[in-house]
């Protein structure tokens, strides 16, 4: 029997031995590369921080004593012996574990993270509170060197260090971003300065020499050579100026070392730093030597390290028809829409060398890899510092650059400021390429990226728009080179087929949708990923008698008046967005057609309820929320016949009728 299957709650690793954590430790990294081989996910930044997740929840008392997680993906471990290592399979599907550590799947979760550098300002807020309350608890806040440079994280500190409070702060340094270790002497320095009688004996001391006439000389010289000694063997001088005791660095992989040195700095006053170096990847040879790519993965062979081909291929043929020919609205991409920007990024790079491409710590993900390999000099990694990567893109526009700032859609949220005064105040041509602006899949709640539609339609000077499919998003990254106010294109996860050509032009107009289909009866105006969908269902209901125009927006602001004038002219009006209805496209229409003092006619709005929307693949996601193809066609269909629709309920029905929905789904495919 394995030591882990014995770990039901973190008071099991109480009685255990430092050679027994060892073997949990191996036999942790064995459960999580079994299971994210088979389903894929975030892998490498876990199996670093085994054997510190152990430590703490050895040394500590939780959830009495409050440990706070930055994000989570490096707290897999501390999901295993949690109480949830039987359900640890269903690890980012549908129903199952989330990615992340999530304040409704376990009490042992103080917090729903997700987004990097927000545990410091949280764990400070426990302490406070603690304080209130006069309790004895001890808060740690455990977070990576990533997200040490984040804007929030950096404010943190500065208010830890200014307030004293009891805090201890765990620096997860896996990629030794600040300093190594420095042998011997840093060992023996760090055990020196988390020995109680060290410090008891330095606190006397200095109490001492404050009552002597001429102590407080003495007290400086002696904090100036203790602070120009640690300046040349430690990297903590600046964490002490910040107002911190600083630790370490410490072996992150050493139980005996860490565990000896948290019971030290438990016993220690005020805000202490503990800086643990570890290994991302360690123990899993592949992910040790590309920690990047094993970061977040796809299913992959445990013996090759490589990912499964045979299926990726198998999902890109099936986006095939006869004579290897694409089906048109088929929902399997043979490009991504990531990839399509990739491309065109490195095109537009060559025809002007004033362009200039932006990512916060996500060139992989965004694309601007491969432009990054093509002109070193012109792609720019800001690390996790949205505001700073937005606000950076308006000084180089401002001095004549043309900046392509690539972000996350649920990222960019933290750059709101930022957008605001110094893009749009400033009207200076900043491009916003805004990934993962749809539902994302298995990453859940904090990443879906649904709310930009929402958040940037208020902003004046900025142009947005979003393309059905990836030709069109290379066309309107042409199209954004030539303005001179901000732009803002969005577009979903994957990709779509585009089939045979749509449209009359793939040009770009400023302001002009595409009319795809005539019809007579409604008019479907869709925008970016739901085009293809809202075809689709046009499709079915002309089997049911109901001609319905089709319509690709394209631009969410300026809108097309011209094209909303039309659809109210069908008498019948459905918009329709992968996006929160409250604020977004759908809003905008009826906007509009109250500025123009158009006939009021019935108008439908479809897009996200006012709500979170959970993880699951992102089909099963659409699904439950309604925006199929084949939801859509009925969700209207009732609507257009005037009937009460209980298929337009919102997300939030029971479980066991959104269960029963995907078994369905599931027996169909």
């Not at 004895?136 to 500190?157: F, N, T, Y």
């Amino acid at each position: 029997m394995r030591l882990l299957d014995s770990i039901e709650r973190p008071a099991d690793l109480k009685p255990l031995s430092h050679a027994q954590l060892h073997q949990l430790a191996q036999e942790i990294r064995g459960e999580l590369l079994k299971t994210i081989s088979a389903l894929g996910g975030h892998l490498a930044s876990s199996l670093g921080a085994v054997e510190l997740c152990l430590a703490l929840h050895y040394v500590f008392e939780a959830p009495e004593d409050l440990l706070v997680w930055d994000m989570g993906y490096q707290a897999f471990a501390h999901k295993l012996i949690t109480g949830r290592r039987d359900a640890f399979h269903t690890l980012k599907q549908f129903k199952g574990l989330t990615g992340f550590n999530n304040k409704d799947e376990c009490p042992y979760d103080l917090f729903t993270t997700g987004h990097g550098g927000t545990v410091l300002s949280t764990a400070l807020g426990l302490a406070m509170a603690r304080d209130q309350a006069d309790e004895s608890r001890q808060v740690v806040a455990i977070i990576g060197d990533a997200s040490l440079g984040e804007g929030m994280a950096l404010e943190a500190l500065n208010h830890i260090g200014h307030l004293k409070t009891n805090l201890l702060v765990i620096l997860n340094d896996n990629k030794m971003s600040i300093a190594p270790p420095v042998g011997g002497l840093s060992r023996y320095l760090t055990r020196i300065v988390v020995s109680p009688t060290y410090n008891k004996i330095r606190q006397d001391v200095e109490d001492l020499l404050r009552k002597l006439p001429a102590g407080a000389k003495f007290l400086r010289l002696g904090k100036k050579m203790e602070e120009t000694l640690k300046g040349f063997l430690v990297p903590g001088l600046v964490f002490e100026e910040l107002g911190f005791r600083y630790v370490g660095p410490v072996d992150g992989h050493n139980l005996p070392e860490l565990i000896s040195t948290l019971k030290n700095v438990r016993r220690m006053k005020g805000p202490i730093l503990l800086h643990v170096n570890t290994v991302k990847g360690k123990g899993y040879r592949f992910a040790e030597q590309d920690p990047e790519r094993f970061h977040k993965i796809e299913a992959f062979d445990l013996e090759t390290g490589q990912h499964k081909s045979q299926e990726a291929l198998g999902s890109r043929l099936k986006a095939l028809g006869k004579n290897g020919r694409p089906t048109a609205y088929s929902l399997e991409p043979t490009a991504t829409f990531s990839e399509a920007f990739s491309d065109e990024l490195i095109r537009l790079g060559e025809a002007n060398k004033r362009l200039l491409a932006i990512t916060a710590a996500m060139p992989e993900g965004t694309g601007v890899s491969e432009f990054a390999k093509r002109f070193p000099d012109r792609c720019i990694d800001v690390g996790m510092a949205e505001q700073h990567a937005v606000g950076l893109a308006a000084g180089l526009a401002k001095g004549g650059a043309r900046p392509v700032v690539a972000i996350y859609s649920t990222f960019l949220q933290r750059a709101y400021d930022q957008i605001m005064h110094e893009m749009c105040l400033q009207q200076l041509p900043v491009v916003l390429a805004i990934d993962r602006a749809s539902l994302v899949g298995e990453d859940g709640p904090t990443h879906h990226g649904v709310f930009d539609l929402a958040y940037l339609r208020p902003l004046p000077n900025l142009l947005l728009l979003s393309p059905k499919d990836p030709s069109e998003l290379r066309a309107m990254l042409r199209w954004s080179m030539e303005q001179k106010l901000p732009v803002a294109i969005r577009y979903a996860r994957g990709g779509i087929v585009c089939g045979e050509p749509l449209g009359k032009s793939s040009r770009i107009i400023t302001g002009k949708s595409e009319s795809l289909r005539p019809g007579k009866d409604l008019s479907l105006l869709a925008i970016g990923s739901m085009v293809y969908p809202a075809l689709k269902a046009a499709e079915q209901l002309a089997r049911e008698g109901i001609e319905a125009a089709v319509v690709n927006a394209r631009f969410i602001k300026p809108i097309d008046e011209a094209m909303v004038r039309a659809a109210v002219q069908t008498g019948h009006l459905v918009t329709i967005e992968e996006g929160q209805i409250a604020g977004g496209f759908g809003s905008a229409v009826s906007e509009t057609i109250d500025a123009l003092a158009l006939p009021a006619v019935p108008h439908l709005r479809i897009g996200l309820p006012d709500q979170f929307i959970e993880h699951g693949k992102r089909s099963e996601l659409l699904r439950l929320v309604r925006l199929d193809s084949e939801s859509l066609t009925q969700r209207i269909l009732r609507w257009y016949h005037g009937l009460s629709a209980p298929t337009d309920l919102p997300a939030h029905e029971t479980d066991e009728r959104q269960a029963g929905e995907l078994r369905l789904l599931a027996q169909s495919e």
